[in-house]
């Protein structure tokens, strides 16, 4: 999980104070910890901007409100521990922890199984080494509004994925409103998939006649994709604080010292 830790060294600025300021410092380290804290979190903070191109961050494409608001920040007396929310904190979905460790984990940069993905290798409908993308061509396949592919379309894909595999569709299924009304069909080989492309496929039937039925692609799959690094969480963490801690810090034994 990408985190990062402050921890105050009251030795790097004593002499600029006084005593009395000196005797204040660790009850000021406290409050200062707790104001960058809360400036670390949520959707609309320090981290989440960076995600959005600003402070000189390169930007996102199309961050979701996930990754917006999964950093935490948790003090411990003069200890600050910054980092993004794991599986413990997700209600369902991909665990921000995990996909965003490609690009700001500072470790491997290939694509992060997703749940579908997951789905799919665990069931074996697809082979370890590839990933799913969306036959974008396909009535089938919903967008968001930012372009990304629904959480329905996924989920659907794999009712009619476990559907057929029970032999709960029959073929020739005449429905056409869902995904899973008809059979869905994977494909792990390029030899033996329709034109010559592994992937995922829906049945079409045609309304009238005896014309054989299609097959449509919903998903391609191809190799697993690998995201360009950008700076890791730890370096925003750091940049931030090197900007705050210190300046934070004064001010705070300064308001004391006033009191």
Known sequence: MASAKLIYDFNKIKKRFNVYEKSQAEFAAKKTLTRLGKEFRGQNGLIAQTYLGKHGFKAFKSAVWYTKNSTFAIQNGLELSVGVKDEKASSGGNPASKYLYPPIGGGSTKAYDTIFTQYLKNRNFMSKGDYPFAAMESRFVKLKKNGRVTNATYYNTMIGLAKTRDKEIKGRSKKNGRIQDARVIAFRSDSNAPYGKKGIY????????????????????????????QKTFKQRVEYFADKKVYKYWSQEIKKLAKQ
């Open 202 to 229: 829906r049945e079409k039937t045609p309304s009238k006649g005896k014309y054989p039925s299609t097959l449509l692609p919903l998903f391609y799959f191809k190799d697993i994709p690998t995201q360009k690094g």
